[in-house]
């Protein structure tokens, strides 16, 4: 269907763009225009401008939001939740709202029809399963082939938060573009080993800061907390405490907070029982999404309506987690596109128009794109 092209914010807190409750039509609307660059800027001069760090710490109770991130006490909800009359009746409603990318495939592919698709993927939790382990988080033979299959039609990006060397030799597939550090690092497609093919890293300043960071939580988290990891992504950092005990889990924020005092130029967010520590710059998987559209050749300008030619791609994006919701309020901000959330449970406050359950879904949905421009 399409040739390749040429080679924000706290989410401990997931915006209120959303709104709950509200129904989400497909396709979104058209919104204003999202604020930073897009069409040739450079990923540096997008990312100059730092965020307020004190409206970002702004949150009601980081332990509660730690808590809710757990799949254990999703598990619990709706078990409890099932003694309810209204139970099924709000699973339902959400599904209305945030209906199974695979149930309502032909409504993608129609809205699809005419334009060039470009297709973003997360990886922990969409294209592997969550894992205690972080270093054992590997996608299947199966994936894989449904990755490479999709990535031989359309131009593929994996945006994660991890370090996009991790990513790589998670996927090991060289035709794809990977955009790790939660996309302040962008590789495009490449067979060589060398920078050659690094299109963007706006927080290239901070791998110092960060290094000395990582040091100190090291000592003093991983060092004394049992259970607890802090995974080094290069140009941020994941303090993992998916096997801390619970009754530990306000140790791991405390002691990361007293590290960060250290560090007033970076931020923590939060990811599913994982604390993200990242440069103060405004830059996210939103804006790699936007940087990648722009570098494939896609002015996202024009889908706000400035009467310049129409943008013609149709970004489908999949991810799991709190941090891809940058990625689906650009999406609706773009007014074209799918954002696909998986999750086997209903979550409020998503942009994403779409759901599936697993990595399960994800490879099937994969499939069922490629066969369509077969």
């Known amino acids: 269907m399409t040739k390749h092209g040429a080679v924000v914010v706290p989410e401990d807190a997931v915006a209120a763009a959303a709104g709950g409750g509200r129904h989400f039509s497909f396709p979104p609307p058209r919104t204003a225009a999202m604020g930073g660059g897009g069409g040739g800027e450079s990923c540096k001069k997008l990312a100059a401008q730092q965020i307020d760090l004190g409206a970002a710490a702004v949150v009601t109770s980081w332990l509660d939001s730690m808590k809710a991130s757990s799949p254990r006490h999703r598990l619990m909800a709706p078990a409890?939740?099932?003694?309810?009359?209204?139970?099924?009746?709000?699973?339902?409603?959400?599904m209305e709202k945030h209906p199974s990318a695979l149930g309502k495939f032909e409504a993608v592919a129609a809205a699809a029809k005419g334009k060039r698709i470009v297709?973003?993927?997360?990886?922990?939790g969409t294209l592997s399963p969550i894992v205690d382990d972080p270093d054992r988080a590997v996608m299947t033979d199966e994936m894989r082939d449904a990755v490479r299959g999709v990535a031989a039609r359309f131009p593929t990006a994996i945006v994660s938060g991890r370090c996009r060397d991790k990513v790589f030799s998670f996927v090991k597939l060289e035709e794809l573009y990977y955009a790790g550090s939660h996309g302040m690092d962008i590789q495009g497609p490449t067979s060589t080993k060398d920078d050659s093919s690094v299109l963007c890293q706006p927080a290239r300043e901070f791998l110092p800061m960060i290094e000395e960071a990582h040091a100190a939580l090291e000592a003093r988290v991983e060092g004394v907390i049992p259970g607890a990891k802090v995974e080094n992504n290069r140009f941020c950092l994941s303090v993992h405490f998916r096997r801390v005990d619970e009754r530990r889990w306000g140790a791991v924020l405390e002691a990361t907070k007293a590290v960060l005092r250290g560090f007033p130029r970076l931020r923590m967010t939060q990811g599913r029982k994982v604390l993200e520590i990242r440069p103060s710059i405004r830059w996210d998987k939103g804006e790699a999404l936007r940087f990648l559209l722009s570098n494939l050749g896609f002015d996202s300008s024009a889908a706000a309506g400035d009467g310049e030619e129409e943008d013609d791609a149709f970004p489908i994006y999949i991810g799991d987690d709190r941090t891809d919701e940058?990625?689906?309020?650009?999406?609706?901000?773009?007014g074209q596109g799918a954002g696909i959330l998986v999750t086997r449970f209903p979550k409020e406050e998503t942009c994403a128009g779409f759901s599936l359950r697993d990595p399960t879904e994800v490879k099937d949905f994969l499939r069922k794109l490629a066969a369509t421009a077969a």
């Open 80 to 94: 409890v939740a099932a003694a309810g009359a209204g139970a099924d009746a709000e699973h339902d409603e959400w």
């Open 119 to 124: 297709v973003f993927l997360d990886y922990d």
């Open 326 to 334: 940058d990625a689906f309020r650009v999406l609706r901000a773009r």
